[in-house]
């Protein structure tokens, strides 16, 4: 099978446990990708969601299972950030089982100087000090989705591509562009305070490349909507590289695996107590 085969990836806000997380495309690129170190920059699995009404499948597992094996079979490092929606993980922090690290945050050498990973929410006042508008707002981003899934559906039957609504509202939205505005600033100075060349996250579900002053911001996006990843090719640059570029090199097929991959899986967390329906934050 032939893959991608770079010194880092880094990808972000995959939201496993979720109705919306494109788990087919994320483990497509995974199965595809060979890397020296794999940076997972927080919000991979969404316990938020897991409490309350989340749904854990097959395809899920097959995640961690293709994670697994990077670390067993290829002798990946793998670099797990905690998130806002996986903060379970902060009383724990640090953590390491050989090759697996869990860490609240991580300095990347490169041969372009240093760079601070982080997930990012440290600089969202909403989700750090007012917990139940933090979930308040995640249940209308979820709202959105469902309307997205429905609203894309007919324009699948149509004929005619995706379209993101929240997409579209943050970049159409004063308020959003400006809050995404203050985020990366926030974020540069912390790099340069820091001594470091650059600053990689996640967080907003929005990819970008870019310098801000002398300031190298990398955001890994998310795989909800974007479908993004950040690659670090062996000469030490750095690309955004969303799957729909990713498939015209690496085809996904049209058609999943025969299975139950959306079945729940009955080794998922949620039957190990982590989903209580019922339960209210």
């Not at 100087?113 to 508008?133: A, E, M, Q, S, W």
């Not at 995640?138 to 997409?167: I, P, Q």
């Not at 540069?188 to 967080?203: F, M, Q, S, V």
């Not at 870019?210 to 890994?220: F, R, T």
Request: hydrophobic fraction near 40%.
């Amino acid at each position: 099978m032939s893959k991608l085969d770079v010194r880092t990836v880094i990808i972000s806000d995959v939201h496993l446990g979720t109705a919306d997380c494109k788990i087919h495309e994320v483990n497509h690129f995974l199965q595809h990708t060979r890397c020296e170190k794999l940076i997972l920059n927080g919000d991979i699995i969404d316990g938020w969601q897991l409490r309350r009404a989340g749904r854990w499948t097959k395809a899920h597992t097959r995640f961690i299972r293709l994670v697994l094996k990077k670390i067993e079979k290829r002798d990946t490092e793998v670099i797990y950030l905690r998130g806002n929606h996986d903060d379970v993980l902060a009383s724990f922090l640090p953590l390491q089982f050989e090759n697996l690290h869990i860490v609240e945050d991580y300095i990347h050498e490169t041969p372009r100087g240093l760079y601070l990973v982080l997930h990012g929410d440290v600089f969202d006042t909403i989700t750090r000090n007012f917990v139940f508008l933090a979930h308040l707002g995640d249940w209308g981003y979820r709202t959105l989705l469902t309307v997205n899934r429905g609203y894309n559906a007919w324009r699948a039957w149509r004929g005619l591509e995706y379209w993101s609504l929240s997409k579209a509202i943050k970049a159409r939205v004063k308020s959003a562009v400006n809050h995404i505005s203050k985020f990366e600033d926030h974020l540069a100075k912390l790099a340069e305070d820091r001594g470091c060349t650059g600053i990689i996250c996640g967080h907003i579900h929005t990819a970008s490349d870019k310098m801000l002053g002398n300031v190298h911001y990398l955001n890994s996006g998310d795989w909800v909507e974007s479908l993004t990843a950040i690659v670090e090719h062996h000469d030490g640059c750095f690309e955004v590289m969303d799957f729909a570029q990713f498939t015209q090199r690496f085809p996904m097929p049209e058609i999943v695996p025969a299975g139950d991959d959306n079945q729940p899986d009955a080794a998922s967390p949620m039957d190990a107590g982590v989903k209580s329906t019922k339960t209210e934050n």
